[in-house]
Nanobody, 127 residues
Framework: QVRLMESGGGSVQAGGSLRLSCVVS????????VGWFRQAPGKGREGLGV???????RNADSVKGRFTISLDTGERTLYLQMTGLKAEDTARYYCALVPRNTGSSDCGLLTGDVGYRGQGTQVFVSS
């Protein structure tokens, strides 16, 4: 059974940094894309970044230059490095995974609607 376990959330002042982690387990192959999305109270889900099956990364325009996604394939851990945090970054952050066969199309930014997602980790940014 696929499991995604996020950690690293917390409270930080505006301008600060956090690094979120997501450990992937329960999937035998590397045939998947994995990414981060967030959801703030009263708002919809927002895809933040994705690592495609072939290792290419993509970050959302809204956080480009501040957030960086990366994947340690050996440790099966996905990271989201967040810098220059703003109050509007306050949200619950989730890791999502979609299985992908060789030759499949790109996943694009994930929002947890398909595949698997974790329970999330809360980030609160005070201004």
């Amino acid at each position: 059974q696929v499991r995604l376990m996020e950690s690293g959330g917390g409270s930080v002042q505006a301008g600060g940094s956090l690094r979120l982690s997501c450990v992937v387990s329960g999937i035998a192959s590397n045939g998947y894309c994995v990414g981060w999305f967030r959801q703030a109270p009263g708002k919809g889900r927002e895809g933040l970044g994705v690592v495609e099956r072939d290792g290419r990364t993509r970050n959302a325009d809204s956080v480009k230059g501040r957030f960086t996604i990366s994947l340690d394939t050996g440790e099966r851990t996905l990271y989201l490095q967040m810098t220059g945090l703003k109050a509007e970054d306050t949200a619950r952050y989730y890791c999502a995974l979609v299985p992908r066969n060789t030759g499949s199309s790109d996943c694009g930014l994930l929002t947890g609607d398909v595949g698997y997602r974790g329970q999330g980790t809360q980030v609160f940014v005070s201004s």
